[in-house]
T-cell receptor, first 115, second 115 residues
Framework: ETGVTQTPRHLVMGMTNKKSLKCEQHLGHNAMYWYKQSAKKPLELMFV???????ENNSVPSRFSPECPNSSHLFLHLHTLQPEDSALYLCASSGPGLNSYNEQFFGPGTRLTVL | AQKITQTQPGMFVQEKEAVTLDCTYD???????LFWYKQPSSGEMIFLIY??????QNATEGRYSLNFQKARKSANLVISASQLGDSAMYFCAMKVPGTASKLTFGTGTRLQVTL
């Protein structure tokens, strides 16, 4: 099993749908992250979880709702999204020490299209 | 606030040649970490190399080396002996203490390796 997996890889949804993105890490890390990558923009950090507690929420609209049931799994629940939310959503994890310089390991991302 | 600048939106290099991807950064912190990631068309961000602000030697990892010039606040990535598989987006990123593991990314450089 590769380090960080994400499902689904592609998702098309209407503005009234509810869907969830799933991330799973098999690296024994205790911090997990959601990033948004839009075309021609730097990666934007959305949420950070450390030991299953949310430690950062970067002014993300409430239509995005994260959930971290344990240190290996991270979800991003989506509802009533807007077309501008279409992007690549990347999950990452890192080792102990949230303020250390451990590299983050990324999953392959979910390409989301909102119609 | 931290900022990463990558001024080359796209670069071409011939196979087996070396290429330098530019990265400058801005921070008032004395302690920070600099990272380079590769993102192939599949979407996954792959960690390449790390340089700490107090490291006296330039970091090297196989064909990747980081040309760290602290006074100029630059952290250029050098790829030696380019291969076709090196064609991808390359992102420079920075992390400073006390930012809950937040990585600040640049806008990336698209590298195309040609025959």
């Amino acid at each position: 099993e590769t380090g960080v997996t994400q499902t689904p890889r592609h998702l098309v949804m209407g503005m009234t749908n509810k869907k969830s993105l799933k991330c799973e890490q098999h690296l024994g890390h205790n911090a997990m992250y959601w990033y948004k990558q839009s075309a021609k923009k730097p990666l934007e950090l959305m949420f950070v979880y450390s030991l299953e507690e949310r430690v950062e929420n970067n002014s993300v609209p409430s239509r995005f709702s994260p959930e971290c049931p344990n240190s290996s799994h991270l979800f991003l629940h989506l509802h009533t999204l807007q077309p501008e939310d279409s992007a690549l959503y990347l999950c990452a994890s890192s080792g102990p020490g949230l303020n250390s310089y451990n590299e983050q390991f990324f999953g392959p991302g979910t390409r989301l299209t909102v119609l | 606030a931290q900022k990463i600048t990558q001024t080359q939106p796209g670069m071409f290099v011939q196979e087996k040649e070396a290429v330098t991807l530019d990265c400058t950064y801005d921070t008032s912190d004395q302690s920070y970490g600099l990272f380079w990631y590769k993102q192939p068309s599949s979407g996954e961000m792959i960690f390449l190399i790390y340089q700490g602000s107090y490291d006296e030697q330039n970091a090297t990892e196989g064909r990747y080396s980081l040309n760290f010039q602290k006074a100029r606040k630059s952290a250029n990535l050098v790829i030696s002996a380019s291969q076709l598989g090196d064609s991808a987006m390359y992102f420079c990123a920075m992390k400073v203490p006390g930012t809950a593991s937040k990585l600040t990314f640049g806008t990336g450089t698209r590298l195309q390796v040609t025959l």
